[in-house]
């Protein structure tokens, strides 16, 4: 009780530095959403914004309370800032698909652009957005880009959203509650059911798991019909490519697990039809795969046979949602994330080089970090998933467990497994990753 208390209360200095920095809603904003298209375009060396255009969304959902997070997460941020009085009225961390492009081999010798957006309150006024890169190799934020935006403009587009919607489930007002989207791929007219079936599978599977089934009341998950031409998902790895709402497929980066999209913009426009905070898509297929970047988008194959498909989501979903990190070692070629000497801003995973930054290590006693370095009892330890006296129902206790962030060295976890790790040998989230989604839910709710 009392690590679990200590832990608590580093989650909390947080949560109070960010209160300090709210502003109130009803004198910067209006019930409803402003939405900034843009192009996010490059290489590896190289980053570009381009803006498309304004547009006003119908609904907003997000907490009038918290507007402002001032927590260092994300590998990018954006800043709305009311151009009257130069105050910052609205900021969030988030990740694309585009950064992580960014990693990878083929950003190395080409160019390329894809198409993003970002979502606030209708601002009264005139307002300033600024966006800001972090940069890996040091960890520090640079601006990138700045637009300006007459909210009176007549070239701010109206969005009318027109797609039916479904009540998943629905426990109270938007405002106080966390709001997930989900938004069909691969499914046609005629398997309207099968996706509404998958729908509440997958809020059930979600709220299944610890902390979120301590959360039951305070979600809503909303789906929104949006039909595909062709059933399935493309598969280009087998050449199969179907016509779907949103042109999701396997092999993302040359992984084939790896099941994504491009266009946010189009799923931006899907999601518009309901009050939302979260989007979450369901892919109708039974082949192993999904994805999920923090505060953009999750996705999944919603028919994976056995219980890989509930694990799937929860695992997800904590990227999406919480900003949590992978701890597995391998899996992507993305190897220009995580730098030695730079602490990685995700709650679970360090590089040690500011350990204290962690809420959890103030908890690892002195002598658990001197043996951080040592990797020669690992392999022998029945803790190890690789072990042959290996037992996951077993307690494991706070630590420091090299590899994780992808690479095998140099980047430690808090649990030898966890949720966000190899999450086929267990079903649960480690203490460090059931403290931040607490803290991620509280954020929403209060």
Known sequence: MKKRNILCAAFALGLV???NAQVKFEEFFLPKTMRLDYYH???AQSEHFFVDEVIEEPYWAGNK???????PVGSHQFKVIDKASGKIIYARGFNTLFNEWQCTPEAKTTAKAM???IVFPYPKNDVIVEFYTRENSTGTMHKKFTYEIDVDSYFVRKSRPSLSTIDIHYTGNPAKRVDVVIIPEGY???EKDKFLEAAKAFA???LGYHPYDEYRDKFNFRAVWAPSEESGISIPGEHLWRSTALDAHYYTFDSERYQMFEDYQRVLDIAANVPYEIIYVLTNSQKYGGG???NFYGISAANIPGASTRKTYSHEFGHLFVGLADEYVGGTEMSDLYFQGVEPWEANIT???NLDAKAWGRMIPADQRAKATDHSGWELNPQNPKSPDYNPKKPWSLGIYEGGGYLQQGVYRPWPNCMMNWFHRIDLYCPVCVEAIRETIDLYIK
């Not at 309370?65 to 927590?71: G, N």
């Open 17 to 19: 530095a960010a209160a």
């Open 115 to 117: 198409p993003e957006g």
């Open 41 to 43: 375009a490059g290489d």
């Open 65 to 71: 309370h918290y507007l402002v997070d001032e927590r």
């Open 351 to 353: 590089t040690l080089a």
């Open 292 to 294: 999920g970047i923090f």
């Open 188 to 190: 046609t007219e005629a």
């Open 204 to 206: 059930e599977d979600i």
